[in-house]
């Protein structure tokens, strides 16, 4: 791929430090973006943000090309779409605001990933880089970095459902390059989404024939020392996606490979002599999991639980109510 043929595009609410880092970094990348199209929820947060990280010559040496909505028509899928429309690129990457490239061949490395092939020789959908645990991360957290995002690149397709099963169809926009042509001829993400847009795309994008590669070379800084609490609102909306559309995820294995994740993560605390770990560890995924059941079943409650639940209360805010 050759320079200049990639845009890329980043939602931002309450921008801070982590994204004045991201749009530094991007400034030593040898594959220069076309345009960084950004997506600001609420403008006074912008102001804010370039008020107190100074960061007005910082984006006059970027080509940005920025766009405000209200908080009220934020969502994860439509608002990344409005931002796809802008650009008329072959390619483009959509980031999140705390996603740091980790060295300057981050773009370069994504371009690369998306211009690889199935088994078969179809096309590359969408490819997705790695992610590393930040310094402040955990030790829990760093070894689920590394186990989520190996350093071995692979193009994933139909054929390895069997093996990987619901992992088939793993994507992140934390950091993720699309193919134009192929993502508008399968539609985009879904305009209206509480959670996963990547996921739901890429499940469709697999079920077309299409290959997902995984970008071990790709490097951004990016963890969360999340609470079990958040998790069980991470995983509630994560439920509820996944439960929204049966196409993609109805047939493929979940809990089991959330299983072998807890597994490997309790073995590796062991080796590390952090034994009294393995309780968070266990408190964290049961949360998880009592989160993910209650979104799964999310029909079954009321208004003001799912309220109770959600991470992203703006979402059930718009929604039409048709639970029991």
């Given at each position: 791929?050759?320079?200049?043929?990639?845009?890329?595009?980043?939602?931002?609410?309450?921008?801070?430090?982590?994204?004045?880092?991201?749009?530094?970094?991007?400034?030593?990348?040898?594959?220069?973006?076309?345009?960084?199209?950004?997506?600001?929820?609420?403008?006074?947060?912008?102001?804010?943000?370039?008020?107190?990280?100074?960061?007005?010559?910082?984006?006059?040496?970027?080509?940005?090309?920025l766009h405000h909505i209200p908080?009220?028509?934020f969502d994860h899928g439509g608002?990344?779409?409005?931002?796809?429309?802008?650009?008329?690129?072959?390619?483009?990457?959509?980031?999140?605001?705390?996603?740091?490239?980790?060295?300057?061949?981050?773009?370069?490395?994504?371009?690369?990933?998306?211009?690889?092939?199935?088994?078969?020789?179809?096309?590359?959908?969408?490819?997705?880089?790695?992610?590393?645990?930040?310094?402040?991360?955990?030790?829990?957290?760093?070894?689920?970095?590394?186990?989520?995002?190996?350093?071995?690149?692979?193009?994933?397709?139909?054929?390895?459902?069997?093996?990987?099963?619901?992992?088939?169809?793993?994507?992140?926009?934390?950091?993720?390059?699309?193919?134009?042509?192929?993502?508008?001829?399968?539609?985009?993400?879904?305009?209206?989404?509480?959670?996963?847009?990547?996921?739901?795309?890429?499940?469709?994008?697999?079920?077309?024939?299409?290959?997902?590669?995984?970008?071990?070379?790709?490097?951004?800084?990016?963890?969360?020392?999340?609470?079990?609490?958040?998790?069980?609102?991470?995983?509630?909306?994560?439920?509820?996606?996944?439960?929204?559309?049966?196409?993609?995820?109805?047939?493929?294995?979940?809990?089991?490979?959330?299983?072998?994740?807890?597994?490997?993560?309790?073995?590796?605390?062991?080796?590390?002599?952090?034994?009294?770990?393995?309780?968070?560890?266990?408190?964290?995924?049961?949360?998880?999991?009592?989160?993910?059941?209650?979104?799964?079943h999310y029909k079954k409650l009321?208004?003001?639980?799912?309220?109770?639940?959600?991470?992203?209360?703006?979402?059930?805010?718009?929604?039409?109510?048709?639970?029991?």
């Amino acid at each position: 791929m050759e320079k200049q043929t990639v845009d890329l595009i980043i939602p931002t609410y309450q921008p801070d430090e982590k994204f004045s880092l991201l749009l530094q970094a991007l400034q030593g990348q040898t594959c220069v973006v076309h345009k960084v199209i950004i997506m600001n929820t609420e403008e006074n947060c912008w102001t804010d943000f370039v008020k107190k990280y100074r960061a007005e010559k910082l984006l006059q040496k970027l080509p940005v090309e920025l766009h405000h909505i209200p908080k009220k028509e934020f969502d994860h899928g439509g608002t990344r779409m409005q931002g796809v429309s802008y650009s008329d690129a072959p390619y483009f990457i959509c980031m999140t605001q705390d996603a740091v490239p980790a060295d300057n061949y981050l773009i370069a490395n994504l371009c690369k990933a998306i211009g690889g092939t199935t088994s078969t020789g179809a096309p590359v959908a969408a490819g997705y880089a790695r992610q590393l645990a930040a310094g402040s991360s955990s030790l829990m957290e760093n070894y689920m970095r590394q186990f989520n995002y190996p350093p071995r690149c692979r193009i994933k397709e139909k054929k390895d459902l069997e093996e990987l099963g619901i992992k088939t169809f793993f994507c992140s926009n934390v950091c993720a390059v699309y193919n134009r042509e192929i993502f508008d001829k399968l539609g985009g993400f879904e305009k209206r989404t509480i959670f996963n847009e990547d996921m739901i795309y890429a499940g469709h994008a697999v079920y077309a024939g299409y290959g997902i590669a995984y970008a071990a070379d790709a490097l951004v800084v990016h963890s969360h020392n999340y609470t079990a609490r958040q998790q069980k609102k991470r995983y509630f909306d994560l439920g509820v996606s996944q439960a929204q559309h049966p196409e993609v995820f109805a047939e493929v294995k979940s809990e089991s490979e959330g299983m072998k994740s807890v597994a490997a993560t309790a073995k590796y605390l062991l080796k590390k002599k952090k034994p009294l770990q393995i309780f968070s560890l266990i408190s964290q995924n049961l949360a998880k999991y009592v989160g993910y059941k209650k979104g799964f079943h999310y029909k079954k409650l009321k208004k003001n639980q799912i309220l109770k639940y959600t991470s992203n209360k703006g979402y059930w805010n718009k929604q039409e109510w048709d639970t029991e």
